[in-house]
Nanobody, 126 residues
């Protein structure tokens, strides 16, 4: 299977910046899409940003456009979320997600995966 390992996050004042990273670990064959979601206390999880590895296209939720940037390092199966001009309303637990294919030694074939990272807290406070 494929695990996603997150790093980054923490505490920052409004206007500050943070960078999150998410690395896919395992027998990854291809990654089709990597994305970031967030879930604020008492709210549903929402999509923040996503990138397609095939054509490099990206999309963002309106509230983070112009402030957040999703990028990837294909060679390392890692993607990043650069968050600038952070606001208190950005406070949430951030989760990365990836879907693609991995090689299953058990079944000796390629299989699809859709995995989640462990989540990391981002807190923006005055």
């Amino acid at each position: 299977q494929v695990r996603l390992v997150q790093a980054g996050g923490g505490l920052v004042h409004p206007g500050g910046s943070l960078r999150l990273s998410c690395s896919a670990v395992g027998n990854v064959f291809t990654i089709n899409v990597m994305a970031w979601y967030r879930q604020a206390s008492g709210k549903e999880r929402e999509l923040v940003a996503a990138t397609a590895f095939g054509d490099g296209s990206t999309n963002y939720t309106d509230s983070v456009k112009g402030r957040f940037t999703i990028s990837r390092d294909g060679a390392r199966n890692t993607h990043y979320l650069q968050m600038n001009s952070l606001k208190p309303e950005d406070t949430a637990v951030y989760f990365c997600n990836a879907e693609g294919q991995y090689y299953s030694g058990l079944h000796d074939r390629y299989e699809a995966f859709n995995s989640w990272g462990q989540g990391t807290q981002v807190t923006v406070f005055s």
